[in-house]
């Protein structure tokens, strides 16, 4: 089994930054792809960064230019780093891992709320 926890959520002024942490623990294999996903009131979760384990990248076109997803393999944590964010960039942000070979794992969630 995998545990992903997340961490750095909170409450920012719009224009401001957060930097969102999430650790991976449990059966690990290394081919895998680990992300943010996240989801507004009434809304549908959507993807918002991924990073595979060999360092390739996707973004949602809504924060390319102003998210940054990293990740550190010997810790099997990734890292989301939020710039320039914007009152629609609220929601609860989730964390995500998929194995290569099979399997489908999410965190708790983070609240990131933008408002002044």
């Known amino acids: 089994q995998v545990r992903l926890v997340e961490s750095g959520g909170g409450l920012v002024q719009p224009g401001g930054s957060l930097r969102l942490s999430c650790a991976a623990s449990?059966?690990?294999?290394?081919?895998?792809?680990m992300g943010w996903y996240r989801q507004a009131p009434g809304k549908q979760r959507e993807l918002v960064a991924t990073?595979?384990?060999?360092?390739?990248?996707n973004y949602a076109d809504s924060v390319k230019g102003r998210f940054t997803i990293s990740r550190d393999n010997a810790k099997n944590t990734v890292y989301l780093q939020m710039n320039s964010l914007k009152p629609e960039d609220t929601a609860v942000y989730y964390c995500?891992?998929?194995?290569?070979?099979?399997?489908?794992?999410w965190g708790q969630g983070t609240q990131v709320t933008v408002s002044s």
């Open positions: 449990g059966s690990i294999f290394s081919l895998n792809v």
């Open positions: 990073k595979t384990n060999d360092g390739s990248t």
């Open positions: 995500n891992l998929v194995h290569v070979i099979g399997g489908n794992y």
